[in-house]
């Protein structure tokens, strides 16, 4: 059994509170066990210079942990003047897996910034905000697509993240700190509704790990993955039956 | 009559909620109106440079704004690389408002530090986290005294802060966004609990005052500031009993 | 009697030296005391990106002092690679308070920069920057005028700065740096030529005041204010004249 | 066929020049086709504040491109005063995949910084990175070791890394520049001489990539390590016979 | 003649003025023509690290321009967040130009800043900063002299600096800006008491020049330098006669 | 003798191996004696700002050391976040230099930017830079005339490089680093292939020079830079025939 009672494949409870403030275009607050991030989704008519002119869209993220996420209080990097390469990577992560779902043509010349601040963390914090990013960005893009901005549904799938690793031999779904901290393989898995990969990043940093044991990881994401995927599904409600309508039109 | 119906020396709704965040010694979130402050108090065993050695502690501010606290998304600090003007002056003013009931050799050689982050931004960000800040403080300060860290109790009195103003040549008590971008004159105040003066601030950029419209400011901030330090007490429960208790002892 | 001689509500001797500097289109050495600020104006037919299109003008201080202004050598603000927030919080003031008696669509699409230079600090170096700063940009927009470059005179009213505070249970007019550092309580108060108030910034970190002292320390102010402003008259000679006309023709 | 008429599962041409520098403790330059990295080791005896008093060493990397070892010429690093997101996600790759075959305790408290500078770049240069570093850190090591600085050999196993793809629908093996901007799928390996993996990263952002597609890269990718690892040994000369030696003696 | 009426081998007019600020321990104001710059000297009691623990001290310069010392603003290097390379390569000259006549193990672990804070800019602004820089240095180890800190002398020689130039095909002594600008060759030279060159820093990056040219511009300088020299003496009066005594005994 | 057994008048081994890398429009790995640098010429079309609209392009340059040019590690600029004022006056004098044989009427708007890269540094780094980007941009602009993008050929003479200084009592040529160590002057000459100087850069900071030791240092430095032309020439084949061609008709 682990250290807060759960099997080696279960996830922690899941909650997703959409619309948490009231200016952002797409809005939700996800929390996973004790992990909360504010996840907020922002559409600007306008894409960044290198995007200029191609007819087509961009997805960005940035992350960020407030000072008392942490047990130790963390040092803001606006104060230290600079992001930290954990937060570049994070941020560039994130950005990357969300558009993997998204038709950038269909969206049309404009940009979505996911911000997703950590409000409390307890382990898969880039995990979790993947996951409560796509909700945002699914609001965002429904209400543009309502307000007749698009011609055809820019979101061709659904996304969401999870963490594995091996504790104590074992290979456990969704970490939490106490267990990443231990663990000797720490892996993040993004997966589409589909079923397919859209990112793995495995390190064995402690200890290398066997293609056996990576079997097994992968197992386990895929199944993770495809509850949280019917509880974004849950919230979403109708927005959900649009996700990934008119697909085969492109690519 | 004001444009949320409010009269114009009533306060918009106040909600405290403690104990927010898990790991936070003390931690607070604060919605006035439509304007919501994280406030978390960390409290460390040692002081800044410039106060080694002295037996005292200090209390320290930090202030920020998630991105989409505001109507347009606003850019990160972090990412631009330094604190605004703006950041620096409001947070300045917290730490140095909260210095003001806080009888630093009591203390001991610690540092109090509260972070303050705008979740969403509705007018009054700065007085609003004062008054949040107050109680999160409250909440460490008294940590350490059921520790039997302190031998005597060093916060001396309650404190909190409002803004008012003149919006169409009437005085206003707690401007939210709106009102606040159409005053002539903008007006920051922070008292304690005893009645007296911890900062003024009071702006006519737009108009220049008078003294007898001085008067009327500084006599609506006063009745507002006793209705928050009400609130505080509420919330506080058996902590506000020992705030301000051998004052005479000191100073 | 105080430290060095004068009495409660007296003035340090005060001098200003016009067309210090032969490039500047405006420039004034102002001593207030040992303070001595250079206060040059510089006016460019642009305006920052937030003011464009609107057909207005704006007003923009920047304050620094020199490493040896101080009895101990303070590092430049260059070296450290970044503005402190007492320097934000002072040239933001400045600005702000010239704006106050500046019509800016008078001005036109003009910027005019104040660059406040600390040569010499004892005390009050942010309000005798004002008081300075106020001469230097009545002398560039003076030649504007003469120039025929506007077509109404954009200055309003008269403008000055004077510090007070609470020394020994005392109030005292234009603290030197002695006296600032025992202050209880610690005020700026900027005034104009009819007045009005257009900034009071208290603060009573030390000690708060009660509403009895801080009457004492506006009535104070505004002597001594009244008094700068006849100095700014005798040196600015027939610009003076000019200051002000036409005002009931705007808002 | 391919663009350089390669097979699928075939490598580029690999050459290893040790010494390439005279002062680093360990140096090599290492070419993969076009790609040309300069990888030198530092041997430091100090470590990281955050390592102090462990009794253990720390392995540590840095990595930067020429200006021109891209087709368009690159803005330097420290001309825009910071390093790039891309950057930061590299180096600390490089660092992680070098510590996992090192036992940093009989390393000692010393410091190994590898810095890998790419002179010419044609794809591939962070998994050339980490295999050109791992044959300078040996040498530096070795260095140690022959000093009896070391009582045991702190290089447990051999490393080696190398990208794969999915261009045109095919899996392939070390993709050069042309290759890598088609590919729908980038997958980055490294792995231990033992066969064991030590990072995986895999991204799909243009395409989302199946389990049986994953199971091809990876395939493709342990044989071509295997063939690296065997060149790391045959220019490591007498080096190659020590690592790994009394590995069971630790973990 | 020249554009000013001058001589070519004719310096402009040249005044000296002590104790400018009452804070720094050496203060002076020089103006050449209409170039001022305060020299203000700092004496703190340490080293920087890499002096430590060689019982000797340290001469360093910083050299800044106030924004309208130039005929258009320039932004403050506060503001840009640097230092320019033309600033640096300044103090970098005026530091070594000075330690040239200073004996470093006489000084003791003691550091002396010369902030060289220029207030009008007409042509020669680093010369001139040497030069008054001299002097102010001169003041200060006068008083570190008088308090019996020191056990011999430290200044080994006198020490100033002038700009020449060909305009016109014509070699000109100590150029004001509008020649400086249309100089086809511009250098700077330092010299000392005794007649030995410290800096040559010649340049044509408009033409260059030839040895004959080369011969003309050093004699034209070396005349000039010895007539500054003889200014310092004025101005430093006893203080000169102890500059330079006791010199056989060192190095 | 020398510590190298070099005659006292002799210079170190030249090599310059042009086409280092591909991607350049020019590129020449240069070594004199260990110390390497590479030097890559980029050619753009536009203009920095300040050049716009003029009909002329501009040369620029920018120089590093790699972490490991050096005996004891240097930590890169890029992690420091800022220039060095040595990398800044070095790169400073590199552009100026190569513009002094540049018509830059005849170049268009263009800039050639020179990125000297020290690999190995053993003294005379900045010199060697000059001679190298010589070459390098020679390389660049060829390819330029031979594309008929120019209508007469932009570069007007050669143009080489070195350092002298007193090592000893003795008038050395081209210091390695140890001699560079010990030099009491040290001195750097840029020279055109017509016998003219473009910079001459010389320092006694630890003993100031008479004019006879300054004689004898030009004296050295004309013949070194002599032999080094010539050997740009043999590298240069053909491209250094067009050289200086058609001169008379500029300026």
């Given at each position: ?23 952002a275009?797409?809005?939700v ?48 990097e ?7 390469g ?14 993997s ?27 979790t ?8 960005m ?41 267990e990443?901290s231990?663990?000797k393989?720490?892996m ?8 397919k990969?859209?990112e ?11 293609r ?14 495809r509850q ?24």
């Amino acid at each position: 059994m682990r250290i807060d009672g759960r099997q080696y494949d279960q996830l922690r409870p899941l909650s997703l509170t959409p619309h948490y403030v009231k200016y952002a275009e797409g809005s939700v607050l996800i929390s996973v066990g004790e992990t909360k991030v504010l996840c907020n989704a922002t559409v600007e008519d306008r894409v960044p210079p290198f995007m200029k002119g191609q007819g087509k869209g961009w997805i960005n993220a940035e992350y960020s942990m407030l000072p008392r996420a942490t047990q130790v209080r963390n040092q803001r990097e606006s104060v230290k003047g600079k992001l930290g390469g954990r937060t570049m990577e994070i941020q560039r992560l994130i950005g990357r897996a969300l558009r993997s779902v998204v038709d950038l043509e269909r969206l049309g010349e404009r940009t979505i910034t996911l911000d997703c601040d950590v409000i409390q963390a307890d382990g898969g914090t880039r995990t979790t905000s993947i996951t409560g990013a796509f909700v945002a960005m699914a609001i965002a893009v429904d209400k543009l697509f309502k307000n007749q901005a698009l011609s055809a549904y820019p979101i061709t799938d659904f996304l969401a993240s999870v963490s594995v690793g091996i504790v104590n031999q074992q290979v456990c779904l969704d970490l939490n700190y106490a267990e990443d901290s231990s663990a000797k393989v720490d892996m993040n898995v993004v997966m589409t509704g589909s079923g397919k990969f859209v990112e793995i990043q495995g390190t064995g940093e402690e200890a290398p790990f066997s293609r056996t044991e990576l079997d097994g990881l992968l197992a386990v994401s895929e199944a993770g993955i495809r509850q949280l995927i019917e509880e974004q599904k849950k919230v979403l409600g109708d927005i959900a039956s649009r996700i990934g309508v008119g697909n085969h039109a492109t690519s």
